[in-house]
């Protein structure tokens, strides 16, 4: 789920991986 949208949370999970 990385898509190249220009939101803040888009940001954050870029630094932040998920693993859920």
Known sequence: M???A?????VVLDFIPIQN
Do not use: I, N, V
């Not at 220009?6 to 888009?10: G, V």
């Open 6 to 10: 220009f939101s803040p949370a888009s």
């Open 2 to 4: 990385e898509q190249a």
